[in-house]
T-cell receptor, first 111, second 116 residues
Framework: GENVEQHPSTLSVQEGDSAVIKCTYS??????FPWYKQELGKRPQLIID?????GEKKDQRIAVTLNKTAKHFSLHITETQPEDSAVYFC??????????FGQGTELSVKP | EPEVTQTPSHQVTQMGQEVILRCVPI?????FYWYRQILGQKVEFLVS????????KSEIFDDQFSVERPDGSNFTLKIRSTKLEDSAMYFC??????????????FGSGTRLTVV
């Protein structure tokens, strides 16, 4: 069935370091891959996304890469700040429109 | 910026009771979704709704669940006889039929359901 695997489940970095979170998906028909940041008790907030016809996208300190052949995509955060601390979810959208989420990564940025 | 509105923000109910969670999607959106998130876990798809009918549902969405768009603006999720394991945050989402940007996918702020 459709599945998205996300690693690592927790990630602790020093302020200023980079953080990388990786996801793999199973449905080769998936065509849209958003990343969400979620703070405790709040809704997921879209931070960046990528479509299946693009290999890389960057927005200031955040970038996402997609390897369609290998069916994996990654989130890269550079120059991390304490306010980047949150749970991050990757997701893949199937042809029908639903999002399949990864298990989440709890990122902790230590000052 | 248009928002998806959910009410109530928090609902406490007795086990076995029926609950209705309400959502007002963005007005020109065509596709509607319910997701749930058990505390500390990932967001899980429940159901998608388009053109006044369910287009896809997960195995979580059993006979105890139903959805309705009664008046062209509200989109509701009903749980007929709540169980303790239904306790979760329920997110409504909607999107338009266009492909850009981000497929218009917008999440509501959620309803925290606590079954006691």
């Amino acid at each position: 069935g459709e599945n998205v695997e996300q690693h690592p489940s927790t990630l602790s970095v020093q302020e200023g370091d980079s953080a990388v979170i990786k996801c793999t998906y199973s449905d080769s028909a998936s065509n849209y891959f958003p990343w969400y940041k979620q703070e405790l008790g709040k809704r997921p907030q879209l931070i960046i996304d990528i479509r299946s016809n693009v290999g890389e996208k960057k927005d200031q300190r955040i970038a996402v890469t997609l390897n369609k052949t290998a069916k994996h995509f990654s989130l890269h955060i550079t120059e991390t700040q304490p306010e980047d601390s949150a749970v991050y979810f990757c997701a893949a959208k199937n042809q029908g429109g639903k999002l399949i989420f990864g298990q989440g990564t709890e990122l902790s940025v230590k000052p | 910026e248009p928002e998806v509105t959910q009410t109530p923000s928090h609902q406490v109910t007795q086990m076995g009771q029926e609950v209705i969670l309400r959502c007002v999607p963005i007005s020109n959106h065509l596709y509607f979704y319910w997701y749930r998130q058990i505390l500390g876990q990932k967001v899980e798809f429940l159901v998608s709704f388009y053109n006044n009918e369910i287009s896809e549902k997960s195995e979580i969405f059993d006979d105890q669940f139903s959805v309705e768009r009664p008046d062209g603006s509200n989109f509701t999720l009903k749980i007929r006889s709540t169980k303790l394991e239904d306790s979760a945050m329920y997110f409504c989402a909607s999107r338009d039929g266009q492909a850009a940007p981000n497929y218009g996918y917008t999440f509501g702020s959620g309803t925290r359901l606590t079954v006691v």
